[in-house]
């Protein structure tokens, strides 16, 4: 069983950055994808960006890839999320998953089993 624990979000203005802990218990080795989606007010959920333990490789949502970094500490089984240059868009509710894969199915496509409860991104304008 793996519990994900989000922390980091908070009120900011545009503009401004954050960064946003992932922090996994149980058992993650090196065939874990883990991944950073959000859901807005009224919207559905989206991905944001995806990693695997394996090897580190990133996977980015097309507007996040500019301005997000996801990055991992497995010595911690700790996942990021990095965010600059925040807009009022970027509001939302932040969710860590995690899942089983391979290096090729680790996307935001895959079906994630493990998530957390969320830490909520207020940008201000």
């Known amino acids: 069983q793996v519990q994900l624990v989000e922390s980091g979000g908070r009120s900011v203005q545009a503009g401004g950055s954050l960064r946003l802990s992932c922090a996994a218990s149980?058992?993650?080795?090196?065939?874990?994808?883990m991944a950073w989606f959000r859901q807005a007010p009224g919207k559905e959920r989206e991905g944001v960006a995806a990693i695997y333990t394996g090897d580190g490789y990133p996977y980015y949502a097309s507007f996040a890839q500019d301005r997000f970094t996801i990055s991992l500490d497995s010595t911690k089984n700790t996942v990021y999320l990095e965010m600059s240059s925040l807009i009022p868009d970027d509001t939302a509710r932040y969710y860590c998953?995690?899942?089983?894969?391979?290096?090729?199915?680790?996307?935001?496509?895959?079906?994630?089993?493990?998530w957390g409860e969320g830490t909520q991104v207020t940008v201000s304008s």
């Open positions: 149980g058992y993650i080795g090196r065939r874990e994808c």
């Open positions: 998953a995690a899942d089983r894969a391979n290096a090729g199915t680790c996307t935001l496509s895959l079906g994630f089993t493990y």
